[in-house]
């Protein structure tokens, strides 16, 4: 199995701080793709990274990818009451996309 | 506008019953897929599809059944055999079968409970 554990499984944080959140892996990939979910709602993707990139942006988000040690990181920049969600990693393997638990990130005003 | 569409949101079963549960996309993507989430859980992935008319097991298929018989349709039954079904069930679909390696597309997710 190729299950991705992250870290933190919470996180709480002032608006405007950034938030870090970490993935790990433990087979070789193809891409990770961060996703995020608001409460009692669907996944929305956020960013992929292939095997072989290692930093990738995209507006307030940071991703990067170190293969060498199989982790990822999403960085969050100023964060904003509304970036209140959990955020999943996934792992994209030879055949399938495999999810970690994820980490419930809370902005606070 | 396109999107994946699932149905219903909330669903009430008594033990002993199946119940279905609808997936429905305009996007034209080959692959789709059911996974279940759990409280404070990542999601399992319990049936996909890369193509009409087939379908293999996630790592949780026991006590579900899903059909694929048009493009855009993917249902899911939840069987009496399922013994803890009370979850929430996504559905997703993306670009596929060479494609399927890309972005998920969810929908909004339908909240099973069993009395």
């Known amino acids: 199995s190729q299950q991705g554990e992250e870290d933190p499984q919470a996180l709480s944080i002032q608006e405007g701080e950034n938030a870090t959140m970490n993935c790990s892996y433990k087979?070789?990939?193809?891409?990770l793709q961060w996703y995020r979910q608001n409460s009692g709602r669907g996944l929305v993707h956020l960013i992929l990274i292939r095997s072989n990139e290692r930093e990738k942006h995209s507006g307030r988000l940071r991703v990067t990818l170190d293969t060498s040690k199989k982790s990822s990181s999403l960085l969050i920049t100023a964060s904003r009451a509304a970036d209140t969600a959990s955020y999943f990693c996934a792992m994209q393997g030879a055949q399938k996309l495999v999810f970690g638990q994820g980490t419930r990130l809370t902005i606070n005003p | 506008d396109g999107g994946i569409t699932q149905s219903p949101k909330y669903l009430f079963r008594k033990e002993g019953q199946n119940v279905t549960l609808s997936c429905e996309q305009n996007l034209n993507h080959d692959a789709m897929y059911w996974y279940r989430q759990d409280p404070g859980q990542g999601l399992r992935l319990i049936y996909y599809?890369?193509?009409?008319?087939?379908?293999q097991k996630g790592d949780i298929a026991e006590g579900y059944s899903v059909s694929r018989e048009k493009k855009e349709s993917f249902p899911l039954t939840v069987t009496s055999a399922q013994k803890n079904p009370t979850a929430f069930y996504l559905c997703?679909?993306?670009?596929?079968?060479?494609?399927?390696?890309?972005?998920?597309?969810f929908g909004e997710g339908s909240r099973l409970t069993v009395l």
């Open positions: 599809s890369q193509i009409v008319n087939d379908f």
């Open positions: 997703a679909s993306r670009l596929g079968p060479g494609g399927a390696t890309g972005e998920l597309f």
């Open positions: 087979t070789s990939i193809n891409n």
